[in-house]
T-cell receptor, first 114, second 111 residues
């Protein structure tokens, strides 16, 4: 089936440390999967952080980046140096435009300590 | 600019009571509209989607229904709430090009 698996949270890192949140996907019935990272800051709605719709491409935003790797079916989120303001819940998602579907991972809570 | 507004922000309802959650999109004609639900500690699941007025497709059966009475409005409802309906409900729209915009959500507690 179609699904997303991501790092189980909470993930706790200290400010200025590097971060990686793993995401792998299964897209058995999706011809052209699109991949997303969404973020939900405390008290706010879900916001798009970055998206990549072409395998092999990298998306980046606010210092975060993720590469769409079709061979390993992965879309890991990385940041070289996190800030306290990055504390939030991060969701990896798999989109299927032809069927108007989007599948979310369980979300990873990131806690950045000052 | 497009805006998406969900209401109410939060609800506490009794088991067996009716529910109606709303979502309005402004600034975009003929959007694709979606409802998602997340149980506490659970995964965000897509419930319904609609690509045109009057047409709604069900993705997950949860004893809920959805309607799209106008181009810019998407309603989620049930006549009898269950405890299992508690959670977080999100509305979203897209232009059909992988750009999904989500509302701020409605927190529902069924007691």
């Amino acid at each position: 089936g179609d699904s997303v698996t991501q790092t189980e949270g909470p993930v706790t890192v200290s400010e200025s440390e590097s971060l990686i949140i793993n995401c792998t996907y299964s897209a058995t019935s999706i011809a052209y999967p699109n991949l997303f990272w969404y973020v939900r800051y405390p008290g706010e709605g879900l916001q798009l952080l970055l998206k990549v719709i072409t395998a092999g491409q990298k998306g980046s935003s606010r210092g975060f980046e993720a590469t769409y790797n079709k061979e390993t079916t992965s879309f890991h989120l990385q940041k070289a140096s996190v800030q306290e303001s990055d504390s939030a819940v991060y969701y990896c998602a798999l989109g299927d435009d032809s069927n108007n579907r989007i599948f979310f991972g369980d979300g990873t809570q990131l806690v950045v300590k000052p | 600019a497009q805006t998406i507004h969900q209401w109410p922000v939060a609800e506490i309802k009794a088991v067996g009571s009716p529910l109606s959650l709303g979502c309005t999109i402004k600034g975009k004609s003929s959007p694709n509209l979606y409802w998602y639900w997340q149980a506490t500690g659970g995964t965000l699941q897509q419930l319904f989607y609609s690509i045109t007025v009057g047409q709604v497709e069900s993705v997950v059966q949860l004893n809920l229904s959805a309607s799209r009475p106008k181009d810019d409005q998407f309603i989620l409802s049930t006549e009898k709430l269950l405890l299992s309906h508690s959670g977080f409900y999100l509305c979203a729209w897209s232009g059909g090009n992988s750009d999904y915009t989500f509302g701020s959500g409605t927190r529902l507690l069924v007691i």
